[in-house]
């Protein structure tokens, strides 16, 4: 099968949705809204506590287990999701959410609040723009998908190269590549999560999980996005 007649086939699968789709997506977004909230109130906890947020920065060891337990989370999360509960899947995602914002809130403790809140509303009308391309196109992004993912390799390796180099302009330059990355996940995010739902004839459990699934890579590109973009517009204290 070429890749036309596959676009093709896709392209009419998608104009004859099922009818559990519409609350599917819904779920997707509303499951991303309430990991964001809890973020984001979890990170305003901890900055409201001077003396957690300096332990934060002074205590590596602390730190970097919080990190270590966000990534075997959510690795432990899209690995297993199959053999686990709608319950416990949800669980673990509200856990995650909690642990990513009490990490951030060291990051954000150096910026202003002002610019904080200025940053978070372009992330999400960069967002909600790139997300409605992401559901509305007929062009097949999968090409594009494959490729945004070997950059996103490279943008990790680069960024934990220059943790130790130090260099500001090689900084700069991985903060925009950062921005653009995220911008384009986030298209073919919501494309593929739309083609995942659209097979989805019944609103069964494992329907729910792969909502559930998708309303995860949406908030990962969200608060990805959001922290490049501060990088770049934010005010520092």
């Not at 979890?42 to 205590?59: D, K």
């Not at 150096?110 to 992330?123: D, L």
């Amino acid at each position: 099968m070429t890749q036309e007649e596959l676009t093709r086939m896709i392209n009419e699968q998608e104009g004859s949705l099922s009818l559990a789709f519409p609350a599917l997506m819904r779920k997707v977004y509303l499951w991303m809204a309430l990991a964001l909230t809890i973020t984001g109130f979890a990170s305003m906890i901890v900055m409201s506590n001077e003396s957690f947020i300096y332990t934060l920065f002074n205590n590596q060891i602390l730190f970097w287990g919080l990190i270590i337990g966000e990534l075997i989370l959510v690795f432990s999360l899209s690995a297993r999701i199959s053999k686990m509960s709608i319950t416990t899947a949800t669980i673990m995602f509200v856990l995650y959410s909690v642990i990513n914002g009490v990490t951030l809130a060291p990051l954000l403790f150096m910026f202003t609040k002002a610019s904080i809140a200025k940053v978070f509303f372009i992330t999400a009308g960069t967002f909600g723009v790139m997300s409605l391309i992401g559901y509305t196109t007929k062009t097949d992004l999968s090409s594009i998908g494959k490729i945004l993912f070997m950059a996103l390799i490279g943008l990790i390796i680069a960024t934990v190269v220059n943790l130790f180099m130090h260099n500001s302009t090689l900084d700069l330059i991985i903060s925009y590549a950062g921005v653009v990355i995220f911008v384009g996940l986030t298209a073919w995010d919501t494309q593929k999560i739309k083609r995942m739902l659209a097979m989805c004839e019944e609103p069964d459990e494992q329907a729910h999980k792969i909502a559930l699934m998708g309303s995860l890579a949406l908030y990962l590109d969200f608060i990805n996005l959001f922290i490049w973009l501060l990088r770049i517009l934010g005010d520092r204290r």
